[in-house]
């Protein structure tokens, strides 16, 4: 699982109103390289939510993320900051952990990088 | 500029679309509500393959004929005529600004013969080359990589129509050719070689008219809420996107069928990169973030129809009709818990379905999906799903068996999403619902299709029963 699949979920357990963001228990985390694309990055840049990224990095060892949401223009000119975003977003990966609800501190386990979103039929 | 599109006879409902979104996405400018010009040849029906398009450039023609699964080719049209005089006339009379800087002597040129209707010899084929000599070509002849292509293209009438109606009369064609088809691709990501398939895997040819349909392309991120074995995001990602996908189904997306035989290996197969993200979750009850809206520019997928593989959601059977109180999972079996999953219907997983559309794609980006519609006998007007967000811009069905058909849909999202739209969406839903049920015999399609032939009919006439559609080969296809 990636940050930026992170960066879009929360727990929606019945009743729970704030489940974002789930805090990241990382068991196994490894680093796989991918094509950077600045457009896509730029791209996505606009739906993120700043604070819980660079929280969740931290969580899976990477502390080079600013700590301020930067402005638009960093975008444009700054490609060393687009790299490390694109590091961040797409070339760390949690295999094994787990996501666990700010919440009820219920745990939704990350197995072979696929995070298991389903509720159990006394949460639905 | 008018351009000679030449089509594969086949899947012809999706033909047009596929060209309209592929001139779109190479930034051909269509106005609102509008739509590209298209003309018949003369005497011609719609289903020929062969079909007048204007596009503003020859190289938005090259573009859309490389990338497009239908289009076998585009030509600039020199001339055209029922028989060969009429053609010399005609390409005699084809302005010379537009065809000399194409005979140069410098350049080399190469003229290939196609018939449709029956084939040629190569001495018949060799005489109608031989009667061009009017057209001044000054270059050398290379037939294997010529700097410039023209081709004739006759159309002979043939006695047997294997039940086609009359599509086309002799005519012939003369153009020079603009553009042509990747006949690489199809070959390379057939099925058949497929490293991890399961029963609803897309076909390769289909996965990529939907990817065309989306306009998928480099930058763009594209998601498949019912991703199973990948088949779609296979062909989004060759084509450039960023793709992500998600199942209800733990055991198809995380585990496949072994470590090398899952969807991972699929995109390697191809060397294309691979999902940004694959998850599990159940489309009723979604885990995204609140703010969460206006993220992936297309949705491509293919809903469970409920024939070969059903739709499922959390809650048990028997907790979804409340014969039974949910249960608390004692907390030593939590871990591994696999939760109950009950019966979703077409109709309730179309309708999330569209409402995960109307919040999540960004404006103007597409959805394209496919929806199962029964053949009826009655012929009365089939109903699509509708959504306040979005407009229908293109139905194409595909026939599969004498029983029903798919029908797949792209729809554009021109409203922002919104509270009031939620609510408008929801009253449109209970009335699609109420009047899907009612043609829809005992509820569910997987009745309808499998149901034996009533037996009577069998009874008094065999020779007579017909099916009450005629077998036109075009749909089917």
Known sequence: MRLITHNMLSCNIKGVTNGFPLRIEAGNVIEKEVDFNPDFIRHMFAKLEWKALVEGARSMGYAELPEDSPDAAVLESDESFLKKLHHALLELHLEEGALVCPKTGRKFPVNKGIPNMLLHEDEV | MWFLCVFYHRLLDFRK??????????????????????????????????HFVQLSSEEI??????????????????????????????????????????????????ISVETFGRGLTFEEQKDRIQSLTYIPFEGRVNLKNPDHNFFLMEMIESEENNGLQPILQRRIFFGREVGFADRKLLPTFQLKSRTYLGPTAMDAEMAFLMA??????????????????????????????????????IRVVRDGRGPDCNVWSNFKQYGLPMPVALLRMDNNLPPWRSGLKEIFDAIICDPPYGV?????????????????????VPDDKRTDHIPSTGAYSLVECVHDLLHLAARM?????????????????????????????????????????????????????????????????????????????????????????????DSSQIHTDPKAFKDPKPKYRGKYV
């Open chain 2, 61 to 110: 023609a090259r573009n859309i004929a490389k990338r497009s699964i239908l289009v076998k080719g585009m030509y600039e049209l020199w001339g055209e005529g029922t028989c060969y005089e009429e053609l010399k006339d005609s390409i005699l009379s084809y302005p010379d600004s537009r065809k000399l800087p194409f005979l140069t002597s410098d350049s080399t040129f190469r």
């Open chain 2, 212 to 249: 065309n349909q989306a306009k998928a392309t480099s930058g763009k991120l594209v998601y498949d809420p019912f991703v199973g074995t990948g088949s779609i995001l296979v062909s989004a990602a060759q084509f450039g996107a960023m793709t992500m996908g998600a199942d209800i189904d």
């Open chain 2, 308 to 328: 070969r593989a059903g739709g499922r959601k959390s809650g048990g059977r028997k907790i979804l009709r409340g014969t039974v109180d949910p249960y608390t």
């Open chain 2, 361 to 453: 794609l960004v404006m103007k980006g597409r959805l394209v999906f496919f929806f199962p519609v029964l053949r009826d006998e009655t012929g009365g007007e089939v109903k699509f799903p509708e959504h306040p967000c979005f407009k229908l811009v293109a139905v194409s069905e595909q026939i599969l068996s004498s029983r029903y058909s798919r029908v797949l849909l792209t729809m554009v999202k021109v409203e922002p999403y919104s509270e009031e739209i939620k609510e408008a969406a929801r009253l449109m839903h209970l009335e699609f619902r109420e009047n899907h049920l009612k043609w829809l015999e005992d509820g569910n399609i997987h009745s309808s299709v499998f149901k034996p032939i």
């Open chain 2, 17 to 50: 679309p596929e060209v309209e979104a592929l001139a779109e996405l190479f930034g051909e400018e269509i106005a609102e509500n509008e739509s590209l010009q298209w003309r018949l040849p003369e005497h011609h029906h719609n289903d020929t393959p062969f």
